[in-house]
């Protein structure tokens, strides 16, 4: 069962926190996140990196998909601290 089709939190009727559901928000809003993150990560960076997909990776192929990766990540890094350091 995925994060939108369970059931809601505390039981059968019962009421919620507004605390309880601002975590499972959170919770939910991050693994989203991550799992997009994931997604662009892997479409990004094979496309560019791996040209001809075979059964394993070449060492060039893998030394672009890290390559890739961290500066991938360094670039979300710097936009994430922009965006709150201006709030």
């Not at 990196?49 to 670039?75: D, F, H, N, Q, W």
Request: hydrophobic share 30%; with cysteine.
């Amino acid at each position: 069962m995925d994060s939108y089709s369970s059931p809601p939190m505390g039981g059968s009727g019962s009421s919620v926190s507004p605390e309880v559901m601002m975590e499972s928000v959170k919770t939910q809003l991050a693994q989203a996140y991550a799992e997009e993150l994931i997604e662009t990560l892997r479409t990004k960076c094979f496309d560019k990196c791996v040209t001809k997909p075979g059964s394993s990776l070449g060492g060039s192929e893998s030394s672009c998909i890290s390559r890739c990766v961290e500066r991938y990540m360094e670039a979300t890094a710097i936009i994430s601290r922009s965006l709150f350091t201006q709030r």
